[in-house]
Structure formats: C-alpha cells, structure tokens
C-alpha cells in the first residue's frame, strides 16, 4: 500500500529521498533548493521544514497535482484520510454550542406588516447598500424599544439553525455604535449560510458580509487558533480570503501567516484604497477577489517592510 502510495506522490510532487520513516520532497510552497518536505504515510501528514507549512497528505494532492492522480488517490485511500488539523482539534473536548435569545423587542424587517416605526432603519439600511432580499436572506431586524433601542438587529445562527449571537448596530444617535449581547464571540457568525465546499472571504464586520458571498465576519480584526473558526477553517480547508480594512495590515499578515503554517490556501483582498468593504458596491469587492494575492511565507515579509 505504501509504496504506491509513494509513487503516487512522486507523479505530483517529484523525486525524493527517505530517511527513517518518513520522505523528504522539494517543498512546492516555499520551493527550498533542498529537499525539506517531510511526508508521514503512517500519520497520513507533511510538514516543511524551512517554511513550517503542514496539513494532510490528501490536502498534497489536490492541491498540486492532476484529476487522474487525484482519481488514483482517492481511489487508493478508501478509510478516513484525516488531515493533522482534524488530528490535532479531535483530541480536544468539543466545546458546548453557545445558544442565546434574540432580544424580546426584536421586529424582523422582512415582514410584510411593519409598523411605522420600521422607516428609520430600513432608511438606514437603505443608505448602506442593503437590499429587500438581504433584509430576507440574513433575517435583519431592529428594536424600537427596549435595552437595544434604536438599533438595527443582525443574527448569526450556527450550523443547526439556533441563534448564536446577534450585531446591535445603532441606527439613531447613540454615540456607542455597536452594542452586542454579553456572550462570547468565539462563534461562527452565521455557519448556517456558508458553503464549506467553497472559497470562504473573512471580513471584520457583518455589513462587510453582505457585499461578499459566502464570508464571514471575524467581529474584530484577529483570529487565533483557539477559535471555532479557525479549527473549522484548518479541518475543511477552503481557498480562502482574507479582507480586512486597512488599519489591520499587520492583523491580517499574523492571521495569514497562521494559515499557512496549516497548508491553506490563503489570498489576500487589498483594502487600502477603501474605507471598508461594507463601504463599497457588490461588484468592486468581487473584483478585489480577482485582483487579490495569493500568499505565502516569502510575500508577507515583502508586504510586511515596504508598508
């Protein structure tokens, strides 16, 4: 089985060389003039050693070589081929999923009977780009009264539909613009509507969210790999982008370099000639997807001095 495990690895990868258990390959992310990518069939994982980028040895393969290897290699692999990112997070206890409330004054904007009181907000939401069929698609609503007064109302739901966490964005003159619930954000904000099978775009905020199909926000600007997120990210791993605002430079080249290290594949959106994403029209932040940089060890640094 080994061995043609290795040949397989040697039609996508090249030549190599062994030493004890595993097998050394040029790596093909930071194309080291020496031979330091090291492959484990038994743990089914590599690791380089020069630019530290790891992950399952199925990433590998559909990552660097032909449909027919691929076909061979699927073929080949019939038990669970776990990367070491799904390694690594399933020895650890699962964490209880976080349920909460959504505030009792909550009037969702979708509804046919709104009241009066309901044509501030949607002017609001109006003036930052948000369409009827976002109102529908992402369930927005607002509070006239009550603790969140005045505030438009934007709810994540997880993966099985309960409600996680919800944005209190102001829509009055509160001088506090965002007033969230007193829970965790260790969420992923709105699992419900993301399609892991392809490409996933992180943003800062949830109004960021609604210009760029299937993204998320990270409601900040880090993402550490603790969080539910980044585990989901590592064990699924989609083509992702990354589109902070502009202040975060250094945040987003940390959060990259993270990723990396987990064999993803990692673009970045350049933001600087933007106030932000929510800022701006559906279509210039699609063209930032096609306009974005691919990353790896070698151009963060680059990034990193002429900033």
């Given at each position: 089985m080994n061995t043609k495990k290795i040949s397989i690895l040697e039609d996508a990868l090249g030549s190599f060389y062994c030493s004890k258990n595993e097998f050394l390959f040029?790596?093909?992310f930071c194309k080291h003039h020496k031979k330091k990518l090291s492959i484990n069939l038994d743990k089914s994982v590599f690791k380089c050693w020069v630019c530290n980028t790891k992950g399952g040895i199925s990433y590998l393969i559909r990552r660097f070589s032909t449909s027919d290897i691929l076909?061979?290699?699927a073929l080949l692999n019939q038990e669970v081929d776990m990367s070491s990112a799904e390694l690594m997070f399933a020895e650890k206890k699962e964490e209880a999923e976080?349920?909460?409330?959504l505030p009792k004054e909550y009037y969702c904007l979708g509804r046919k009977d709104l009241p009066h009181s309901a044509k501030e907000?949607?002017?609001y939401l109006m003036s930052r780009g948000v369409t009827s069929k976002d109102i529908l698609y992402y369930k927005i609503g607002y509070c006239a009264t009550g603790a969140y007064r005045k505030r438009i109302i934007i709810p994540s739901f997880n993966e099985d539909g309960n409600c996680n966490y919800f944005i209190a964005r102001?829509?009055?003159q509160s001088w506090l613009s965002y007033k969230n619930p007193p829970t965790a954000k260790n969420i992923i904000f709105n699992d419900l509507l993301i399609d892991w099978n392809s490409p996933v775009t992180l943003v800062e905020g949830v109004f960021d969210t609604i210009k760029i199909h299937n993204s998320i926000p990270l409601l900040?600007?880090?993402l550490k790999e603790s969080t539910q997120l980044f585990k989901k990210l590592a064990v699924k791993q989609p083509k992702i982008y990354i589109g902070l605002d502009k202040d975060?430079?250094?945040k987003s080249l940390q959060i990259i370099h993270s990723m990396l290290e987990y064999g993803l594949e990692v673009y970045r959106l350049d933001t600087s000639n933007i106030e932000d994403i929510g800022a701006i029209?559906?279509?210039e932040a699609e063209q930032l997807k096609e306009n974005s940089l691919a990353m790896n060890t070698e151009n963060i640094f680059n990034i990193y001095w002429s900033n």
């Open positions: 040029y790596c093909p076909h061979q290699w976080q349920v909460i409330n907000p949607l002017t102001t829509y009055g900040g600007s880090t975060a430079l250094l029209s559906r279509s």
